[in-house]
């Protein structure tokens, strides 16, 4: 036993224990020499998710607290750039999770709230005021913003800004003047615009506005005309009657 200990390196002794793991099936790490475990260091595809529990090797108390397990995976976990699309799926993100600033725009895009909804034919507007104009046909909406039982609406799924904008053209009267505006809520408007009437030729409008909305506010887009004739909002291409809503960025 004396001869055998002064032959016993730690070179030998290390180089016996990896033959012992490779001939045994297990796997072999070679550490850099300092108390970290560093890509290298590890075989490819050996680390798996059912490593890490309080029954395997590798225990809560080797985990950071804040990050796997009950903490979930944080910033603190990842290298820079490190979580790309490819790690994304297509359905994993919802609009609860593109505001905390954790994934970027192309993670974020198909789940950012937009909708664009028009009409299928010529509305036709009285002079009355706070008319609403329906829309019956949806071009897009990515989050559910536009129902058919309140077709004039477009409601926020999420808290935050939104870019809400619409267009109108209505049919030639020479008499009066055009109001068009943006209603949240049914109680405040958020954006109007008034002009008069354009002799011999359909009046065009646009109004546009950045709003913050909370979850469930919804906007309309209110018509009214003062020609004192029966007169339509026309439907024309892609233009007329428009109503958009689209979410921007997190709200203060």
Sequence with gaps: MGRIRQHLTYANVISTLCLFLLLGGGTAVALHGTNTVFSDDIVNGEVRTQDISDTDGVSSADVRDDSLKDGGLGAADLGPDSVGTSEVAA???GTDEIIDGSL???EQSSAIPAARVTNSADESTRDRIGESLPF?????DTADMHTTTNNARLTAPVTGVYDVSASVTWSSDPDGSRFVGLKK??????ASQTQPAI??????QDV????LLQQGDYVEVRARQAS???LAVIK??????EFSMTWLAPGP
């Design 236 to 241: 024309f291409q892609e233009t007329s009657p």
């Design 104 to 106: 970027g725009t192309s």
């Design 91 to 93: 359905d994993a993100v």
């Design 228 to 230: 004192n004739n029966p």
């Design 136 to 140: 019956d046909s949806e071009r897009y």
């Design 199 to 204: 002799d011999g030729r359909p009046t065009d």
């Design 208 to 211: 546009s506005h950045q709003a």
């Design 185 to 190: 809520n049914g109680a405040t408007f958020i």
